[in-house]
């Protein structure tokens, strides 16, 4: 079995993105910005937002963290959206989700300017991917495709089933893995299949899967006789257990003998997702000078 080392890779691929933006920086004069905002206390988003936040300075990002009460409105919330959008020295603004009840997520996405979106949760920019056209690429699919790219997983006429159809990871990783080979991309070309918690005979399909990415948020759901002897296996979930562990949708130590490659939690597919937040932060500020593309 072959180990997925998220870690690692995202360390190649934020030394590629620290070195760009120094060259951006030099050429352009402009510090690429990311605008983070934070409403109320959920404890799993502050630790997300502080890791994003770290992440962007350790590259050269410049990070605005909004922290916002959890009373705060709907119309409270699309006010600093609107001058977001209008601040010319915020390059990309990031949402943290789930908001608190009471305010429309919606409503808030909607309200980002489809430029700065670096989420890609933008209705505009789905469509753009659903045409094979991205502005952007949503960062935990775009880090998944990374890692089957980098380590030289072959998609094309294999056969990926998701697990789970989420907006955020499996509706717009279905979105990419059907996607038509470009000469320059990879990671694509995939027959897919779609399961979720209503589907019936789940283990029949996931046992057919030459790909399997696993994004239901069950703590070790997918177990060895859901999997294809030699199947990849993509574990997005992060689930903190009761003795305050977090592990993944994959029980990995059942799957690691049947499965050909394995991602881990933690240090799988987390850590290039805010590798591919900084990605996209940086081509916000590139489209910020050069709108068309
Ligand atoms: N909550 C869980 N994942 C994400 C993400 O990728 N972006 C944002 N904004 N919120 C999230």
Redesign the pocket.
């Known amino acids: 079995m072959q180990l997925l080392d998220g870690k690692k890779l995202s360390e190649t691929i934020r030394q590629e993105l620290a070195e760009e933006v120094i060259r951006f920086k030099s050429s352009t004069g402009i510090t690429p910005c990311l605008a983070a905002v934070l409403v109320g206390e959920n404890p799993a ?1 502050q630790i ?1 937002v502080s890791n994003k936040e770290k992440a962007c300075r350790k590259i050269g990002i410049e990070s605005q963290l909004f922290r916002l009460p959890v009373t705060t409105t709907t119309e409270e919330l699309l006010g600093l959206v609107e001058k977001l959008n209008k601040d010319s020295g915020v390059h990309g603004i ?5 908001l608190p009840q009471g305010c429309d997520e919606l409503r808030v996405l909607d309200a980002i300017d489809t430029k700065k979106d670096v ?1 890609a ?1 933008h209705p505009e920019n789905v469509g753009l991917i659903s045409q094979g056209r991205p502005r952007y690429l ?3 699919p775009y880090g998944i495709q990374q890692m089957l790219v980098r380590y030289g997983i072959e998609t094309s006429g294999k056969h990926a089933v998701i697990v789970g159809r989420s907006d ?1 990871v499996g509706k717009p990783m279905a979105l990419m893995l059907i996607q038509k080979q470009l000469p320059k991309q990879s990671g694509a070309d995939a027959t897919v299949t779609i399961v979720h918690s209503r589907t019936k005979n789940l283990s029949e399909i996931t046992r057919q899967a030459d790909l399997l990415i696993v994004a239901i948020g069950r703590s070790r759901f997918l177990t060895a006789e859901m999997v294809k002897p030699g199947a990849v296996v993509i574990d997005v979930g992060i689930n903190r257990l009761s003795d305050g562990t977090i592990c993944g949708d994959v029980d990995f130590d059942n799957v690691k003998d049947i499965a050909g490659a394995v991602s881990p939690v933690p240090g799988g597919v987390g850590p290039l ?1 805010i590798s591919m937040l900084l990605l996209n932060t940086l081509r916000a500020a590139k489209l910020s000078i050069q709108p068309i593309e």
Request: aromatic share 14%; glycine share 0%; net charge negative.
């Open positions: 988003s997300y990031l949402v943290q989700l789930p989420d949760f949503p960062c935990t955020i997702t």
